[in-house]
């Protein structure tokens, strides 16, 4: 039996965001730097990228009504590449900040994750 905040959070996510986020996937992958930047730090910016491609993908859908599946795939592509390549524009403008946002990003990513899984199970009742 399904309940209604899972019914509702299927019915969001049309196959267009699906398989946008599959390119957002792949995007993020092929442009990933694991070994400049941390596992935690990438992991972090990679679910950050893949929401921005659920809105564009959504924004393409409902503004200009284009439903191509393919065209979806390609929008996810594009933007999770370029979100990953995020972290190499503030590395290089701004040197500093990067450095601590790696440092703190190292230290409490995973206590960050872990709280938000745990109010999560909280609110779904788990």
Known sequence: MIDTYTAAFLAAITPQIFVAMMGGIVGTNISSDIQLYGLRLTILTAIITLAMVGVSSEYMSVTWGNYSLLGHLLLGGI??????????????????????????????TLELVTALFNKAKKIIGL
């Open 79 to 108: 933007v999770g590449m370029s979100g990953m390549r995020l972290l190499d524009a503030l590395r290089l403008a701004l040197p500093e900040l990067m450095h601590s946002l790696i440092e703190l990003a190292g230290k409490s």
